[in-house]
């Protein structure tokens, strides 16, 4: 599904006009949107920023596989537009993070490295995911 969140403009074809932030939030917590076009001011309380706070909450404290739609900004507000620029590198940021998180694998304690051949808990923890291993090989386990 394509969003354009906007309170005046029409959608381009092919896109689904979203009037509020509530509804747009709505959409993206169903998983539903594969792209997103937002303008900033709303003419209510919440704004497009607003929706980039919450997919940044969601990807930080919620669901770390979350799959973030492809967002685009239309908004004619200078100050708007940077404040979700910002915002876009921070999710960015935090997505890559958290493909990384997830990108381990399971495995019992007893194990050993194939390289070293030590047990995989005398390897030394990832400094980002303290419950992960790192091994010789640079793969990462969870015991």
Known sequence: MRVF????????????????????IALLESGVV???SLDHDLGTELT???????????????????KVPEI???TGSPAG???????LQSIARLKIENDERLNFSRAEGGCLCSACGQE???????????F???LCDGKRVKL
């Open 5 to 24: 969140l906007d309170d005046k403009r029409v959608a381009p074809a092919g896109w689904t006009l979203v009037r509020t932030a509530e509804e747009i």
């Open 34 to 36: 594969e792209q997103l």
């Open 48 to 66: 497009g920023y607003d929706v980039l706070k919450r997919l940044e909450k969601i990807l930080f404290d919620e669901q770390i596989d979350f």
């Open 72 to 74: 685009f900004l239309h």
């Open 81 to 87: 537009r940077e404040r979700m620029r910002l915002a």
């Open 120 to 130: 995989y808990r005398a390897h030394p923890c990832d400094r980002m995911w303290d």
């Open 132 to 134: 992960l291993h790192v």
